[in-house]
T-cell receptor, first 115, second 113 residues
């Protein structure tokens, strides 16, 4: 399968614990995006990488959230001291870059439940 | 504030019907508008529209963009139960950032046999 993959697919954690999610983009894509989706809403942008550089962060990304893409390939999203409001589907997407516009392809998501 | 509004929020039809889903946007730095289909998993890419008045078509699905009136429509003809999903439209921001998507809330389509 050459699509975007995410791990784990589901995560249940207790409030106050730290969690880390992983995203592997389509291999030839140099842009990687993280989104969060809650029930009944469209995905909301969190942050974006071009290669290993994190170029933009949404104001939704509080200090408890951190994302990395150390070698410009896979990315991790860590949430520290989780809160119940962090319960959501965390989606990763990737795309090519260049002078034209490229569509984003999404992974299957990680569903986080904070109890 | 930039926003994307979809209507209707939900729709129930019978197999064979034709449906039209609407997406209006009020955004700065418009670059592209994208349509995705979301079943109980991640959004699946359908279309990307950049130029006004040019229809994109894939099988029974088609979409068109009107940049003057700031809206797009997604048409599905001869609907099937497998078309049941949430259809999301998103504006691609190409201003100061590099292509993050701003999504509407989606239209939930239910196709009854």
């Amino acid at each position: 399968d050459t699509g975007v993959s995410q791990d784990p697919r589901h995560k249940i954690t207790k409030r106050g614990q730290n969690v880390t999610f992983r995203c592997d983009p389509i291999s030839e894509h140099n842009r990687l995006y993280w989104y969060r989706q809650t029930l009944g809403q469209g995905p909301e942008f969190l942050t974006y990488f071009q290669n290993e550089a994190q170029l933009e962060k949404s104001r939704l990304l509080s200090d408890r959230f951190s994302a990395e893409r150390p070698k410009g390939s896979f990315s991790t999203l860590e949430i520290q001291r989780t809160e119940q409001g962090d319960s959501a589907m965390y989606l990763c997407a990737s795309s090519s870059s260049g002078t034209v516009t490229y569509e984003q392809y999404f992974g299957p998501g990680t569903r986080l439940t904070v109890t | 504030e930039d926003k994307v509004v979809q209507s209707p929020l939900s729709l129930v039809v019978h197999e064979g019907d034709t449906v039209t889903l609407n997406c209006s946007y009020e955004v700065t730095n418009f670059r592209s508008l994208l349509w995705y289909k979301q079943e109980k998993k991640a959004p699946t890419f359908l279309f990307m529209l950049t130029s006004s008045g040019i229809e994109k078509k894939s099988g029974r699905l088609s979409s068109i963009l009107d940049k003057k009136e700031l809206f797009s429509i997604l048409n599905i003809t001869a609907t099937q139960t497998g078309d049941s999903a949430v259809y999301l439209c998103a504006w691609m921001n190409y201003g100061g950032s590099q292509g993050n998507l701003i999504f509407g809330k989606g239209t939930k389509l239910s196709v009854k046999p």
